[in-house]
């Protein structure tokens, strides 16, 4: 469920007319609703609230805007953050260090240190070579850094494979068979103190089954880490529900029913639980506002040219992802739709948000949104073709505000410098 909304004719995000907010702002725009981040927020922490200890780690490479930060930094999440330049931002949108759990593959010696010096809930382990270095980090310091060790436990998720993470082939974690001696090697690093276990096996999962497999593995080997002495305390379980970006599919499993996947399956074994979800937070609490420049008759199809291309929103041209792509206006009941190809201005065909997709007849000037653009949306934005980053507005309820400006073009023009001596 979201905040988006028709009413008297015109979409709405929560109180406010869609149609104001580009007034005001200039398309393109992404438009996050407050009460909707809040709502799944809540959803999330009430579906893992059977653990005395929980915390919900907003896994903030999914939307990353301070204010978004902010307001559920305030309602009592944590982050997971993948990079120093997000370690930063959730600190500087008041994150306690205590509640941010650092992730990812290629941390570097000075991220490492950064995280150890501003406080940090634990580091999610990928490598033994990584292990080494965050424990020389932190003895140079004369610190014990927190970690658990991310397990890889080759689980198919069933998902796109660009964002499918738990298979053998990728690139994350250690390999649960190797587990048991890549703990042993980080309890005898002097720099570390193990706290528990990590896994994450993909995103926009739309089943609960590989999420059952993947923890029931993780479950035996706690088991078998403490027999041999370490102290399990924590489990950090991922991310990667998924959400219904077709409105004519069927809904994945709810939070709840997730949360009850974890309690069946680790729910015995007394650890603190700590999720990550990203897309399902942010995914339906943000929309891409566009206006249509032309209306071009090809010669077998119609083109809708919007103002919003893929430097703005990359999913369709990058994992050929669905957008639901509504008119502002509400159509009126009855009318016949007709089949567009919905393109941006970039110069290449790659540029296409969708093929032959069914719309209401929308003609120049009008504005469309894309739904369930709150998620890895303005995130992954570029500026290819010299179009300058895209402004986010935050609304709650019958106000909103812009959380970030669009550059001006000189503001982007002037960042090149030309050498001297050309
Ligand atoms: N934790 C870890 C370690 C992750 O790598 C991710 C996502 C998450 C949590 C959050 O997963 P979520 O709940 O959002 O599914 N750009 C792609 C998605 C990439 C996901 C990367 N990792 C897309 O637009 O579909």
Redesign the pocket.
């Known amino acids: 469920m979201d905040h988006f909304l028709y009413r008297d004719g015109a979409l709405h995000a929560e109180d406010v007319p869609v149609a104001e907010i580009a007034r005001a702002v200039g398309t393109p725009v992404y438009v996050y609703s407050a009460a909707t981040l809040l709502r799944h927020y809540h959803l999330f922490d009430e579906a893992i609230s059977w653990a005395d200890d929980h915390l919900v780690c907003y ?1 903030m ?2 939307a990353s805007n301070q204010a978004i930060l902010k307001l559920l930094g305030d309602a009592g999440a944590g982050m ?1 953050v993948v990079s120093e330049g997000e370690y930063r931002r959730a600190k500087a949108a008041g994150v306690s260090g205590d509640k941010i759990v650092f ?1 990812g593959v290629g941390k570097k010696p000075g991220e490492i240190r950064t995280a150890l010096e501003g406080g940090i809930r634990q580091f999610n382990v990928e490598s033994e070579p990584e292990m080494q270095v965050i424990s020389d980090v932190a003895t140079s310091m004369g610190v014990v850094a927190p970690i658990t060790i991310r397990v890889n436990p080759d689980v198919d998720a069933k998902t796109h494979e660009k ?1 499918a ?1 738990g298979k053998s082939e990728n690139k994350f974690g250690i390999p649960i068979s190797r587990a048991v001696e890549v703990y042993a090697m980080a309890a005898a690093l002097p720099g570390l103190q193990i706290v528990g276990i990590d896994v ?1 096996i993909g ?2 999962l739309v089943d609960l089954d590989p999420f059952r497999l993947a923890y029931r593995k993780v479950a035996e080997l706690t088991d078998t880490l403490r027999a041999e002495g370490h102290e399990i305390r924590r489990l950090d379980l ?4 998924g959400i219904p970006y077709e409105k004519s599919n069927l809904a994945p499993p709810s939070p709840t029913d997730y949360g009850a996947v974890i309690r069946q399956e680790v729910g015995h074994l007394g650890c603190e639980i700590e999720i ?5 937070i942010a995914g339906n609490a943000g929309i891409l506002v566009a206006d249509t420049i032309y209306v071009k008759q090809g010669e077998d199809r119609q083109f809708l040219i919007l103002d919003a291309a893929m430097n703005d929103l990359i ?1 369709p041209s990058m ?1 050929g ?1 669905h957008h639901d792509i509504v008119p502002v206006i509400e159509p009126a009941a009855g009318v016949d739709y007709q089949p567009y190809d919905i393109v941006g201005p970039v110069c290449e065909s790659g540029d296409t948000f969708a093929k032959q997709r069914n719309m209401p007849p929308v003609k120049a000037g009008e504005l469309v949104a894309f739904r369930s653009a709150g ?2 949306g303005a995130v ?1 934005a570029s500026e290819y073709n010299s179009r300058p980053l895209i402004p986010e507005v935050l609304v709650q309820g019958d106000q909103f505000a812009v959380i970030r400006a669009r550059p001006t073009f000189d503001e982007m023009v002037n960042r090149d410098t030309i050498p001297e001596w050309l």
């Open positions: 896994a490479k999914a997971d992730a964002i993470t994450h995103s926009q991922g991310g990667g529900l990550e979800p990203g897309r399902l999913r994992y992802a998620a890895y992954m």
